[in-house]
């Protein structure tokens, strides 16, 4: 290693800790004048293109997201600071690139209208999207290939089928496709049955755009101002929460496989795992085309959920509940050789 290069590594170590041991709310984020400005204001000018007289409003924050029925636009605090961008790759191994962050936007800006608006009361939206009150759950199981959904934002866990979620997220990634600049969105969904959603939006609009919102503000969640942990503690609480919400994703499919059951004759559901661990595994090797260490991988964490959930089933079903086991196992090898990283 050269000087000069020695210099440049020693001195982004030294920024790095610098930054990493302070609180958050002491880094001074504002959006003004930040590499995301230019992005708010693309999604503003975009708004205005439309006709519209409500402008969505955005913070900095932990994550993605507006606040329950709040129309402001939550953004993660590192995209208003390169060095914090360049912390965020190191740390999670992602960074949203700039086709991705107008994606979010346009999606949670979504989210924004409908809030602002209170659209899930219009004529015609539960009927379109489904009810608004319907239970949200962070874990529910996508169909992919299903054409009554758009297809919008690409999620590490979902795929692109995000909008299956919820019916919020549902209009969100509807709106988002029909507000994105030259998506072409009558043509490229004219024989799905997500048309008809995106038809809908599309009178919906017409029809709002020129009245003054409901609702502009609200109760922000968790503002940069008030993040008063280390960026070094924010990012280990950040790793328990995603384990957390990998192991749901993992425990509600094995739940599903294993439901609760009673009678005399009952086996434990990783006796089952563990006697057709063989099998199991060349089928995930063969269907996913995953290498047999990251099919192992897999393998193991069903067989640890599996243990500390005490699944059982009962004897009779043991070889319909084989054809299940390995049909899970092989969809989380898929996943995960389409993802890139173990779902669970």
Not at 113 to 133: C, D, Q
Not at 203 to 210: A, E, K
Request: glycine share 4%; net charge positive; with cysteine.
């Amino acid at each position: 290693m050269s000087p000069q290069v020695a210099s440049l590594f020693h001195s982004w170590e030294t920024v790095r800790c610098e930054l990493l041991h302070t609180r958050i709310c002491e880094l001074g984020l504002t959006i003004a004048g930040s590499p995301i400005e230019p992005f708010t204001n693309r999604l503003c000018r975009e708004f205005d293109a439309e006709g519209f007289v409500f402008r969505p409003a955005f913070y900095l924050t932990d994550t993605w997201g507006c606040p329950d029925r709040v129309p402001i636009i939550g953004i993660p605090f590192y995209l208003a600071d390169r060095r914090l961008a360049r912390i965020e790759e190191e740390q999670t191994g992602e960074l949203e690139d700039s086709s991705v962050v107008m994606m979010l936007l346009r999606h949670e800006a979504g989210h924004a209208v409908n809030y602002a608006y209170r659209l899930w009361e219009e004529p015609g939206w539960t009927e379109v999207f489904g009810p608004f009150s319907k239970a949200y759950r962070e874990t529910f199981h996508p169909q992919p290939l299903s054409r009554n959904f758009v297809r919008h934002f690409y999620s590490t866990q979902y795929g692109r089928a995000y909008a299956q979620k919820h019916p919020d997220e549902d209009f969100a990634e509807t709106f988002a496709v029909w507000l994105t600049p030259r998506s072409a969105w009558r043509k490229k969904y004219r024989y799905w049955p997500a048309l008809k959603k995106l038809k809908y939006v599309d009178v919906l609009m017409q029809r709002i755009r020129q009245r003054p919102p409901r609702r502009t503000g609200g109760k922000l969640l968790k503002p940069v101002e008030q993040m008063d942990v280390l960026l070094v503690e924010h990012y280990g609480q950040q790793a328990e929460r995603v384990r957390a919400t990998a192991q749901g994703y993992v425990d509600d499919r094995l739940r599903i496989v294993f439901p609760s059951v009673k009678g005399d004759a009952q086996l434990s559901a990783l006796v089952l795992l563990q006697r057709h661990h063989a099998r199991l595994l060349q089928s995930m090797v063969r269907w996913s085309a995953l290498d047999e260490d990251d099919a192992l991988a897999i393998l193991r964490k069903l067989e640890e959920r599996t243990e500390a959930l005490a699944l059982k089933l009962l004897r009779r079903q043991r070889s319909e509940k084989l054809l299940d086991l390995a049909s899970l196992a092989t969809a989380l090898a898929v996943e995960f050789a389409y993802c890139g990283r173990l779902m669970g």
